[in-house]
T-cell receptor
Framework: ETGVTQTPRHLVMGMTNKKSLKCEQH?????MYWYKQSAKKPLELMFV???????ENNSVPSRFSPECPNSSHLFLHLHTLQPEDSALYLC??????????????FGSGTQLSVL | GENVEQHPSTLSVQEGDSAVIKCTYS??????FPWYKQELGKRPQLIID?????GEKKDQRIAVTLNKTAKHFSLHITETQPEDSAVYFC??????????FGPGTRLSVLP
């Protein structure tokens, strides 16, 4: 483990379901990220939180809703997803999102399948 | 915004040979360039990085070179081994902004 833990590792859901992905880090980092990794667009940045404030939303559809209750936890709430949303969702953290040259640590990801 | 291209998309080399992966970036203000390795079913892991004030950096069998004028940087792996087989991602980071990743290169080291 590198210090960034994601649960669940695998998730299968129907298009009408509501589920949440969880990410946790105890590295003392202040920035946390959600990435989507698929065959079509590898490592696509979705959301950035810096000191619990959302600083970036890369035109992500509203069916994805992030939540960052504190600097150690990050959630991605999912509802009414589409089959094309099936992908590996990676969480990452770094010291902060604005300092020059941050080292980003990735979690193992949640493999999501939408049926 | 920043745009990162990466070539080749797939690369096969014989064990013991060298492998080179090249990336180009568009934003001349980018000043941090990490490389990540992602083995099958595992998370991306940082293997080496370089900052814009340095032209080359080495770590054992891995090296990265940066040409700021041409806006490209390359990953060099010497004496490749089967465990080097993975997908490699380059990234570029303008000051105060997040990484923009390249599309990845799938490296296969053949025994």
């Amino acid at each position: 483990e590198t210090g960034v833990t994601q649960t669940p590792r695998h998730l299968v859901m129907g298009m009408t379901n509501k589920k949440s992905l969880k990410c946790e880090q105890h590295l003392g980092h202040n920035a946390m990220y959600w990435y989507k990794q698929s065959a079509k667009k590898p490592l696509e940045l979705m959301f950035v939180y810096n000191f619990k404030e959302q600083t970036e939303n890369n035109s992500v559809p509203s069916r994805f809703s992030p939540e960052c209750p504190n600097s150690s936890h990050l959630f991605l709430h999912l509802h009414t997803l589409q089959p094309e949303d099936s992908a590996l969702y990676l969480c990452a953290s770094s010291q902060d999102a604005v300092r020059w040259g941050p080292q980003t640590i990735f979690g193992s990801g949640t493999q999501l399948s939408v049926l | 915004g920043e745009n990162v291209e990466q070539h080749p998309s797939t690369l096969s080399v014989q064990e013991g040979d060298s492998a080179v992966i090249k990336c180009t970036y568009s934003d001349s203000a980018s000043n941090y360039f990490p490389w990540y390795k992602q083995e099958l079913g595992k998370r991306p892991q940082l293997i080496i990085d370089i900052r814009s004030n340095v032209g080359e950096k080495k770590d054992q069998r891995i090296a990265v070179t940066l040409n700021k004028t041409a806006k490209h940087f390359s990953l060099h792996i010497t004496e490749t081994q089967p465990e080097d087989s993975a997908v490699y991602f380059c990234a570029a980071s303008p000051p105060g902004q997040n990484f923009v990743f390249g599309p990845g290169t799938r490296l296969s080291v053949l025994p």
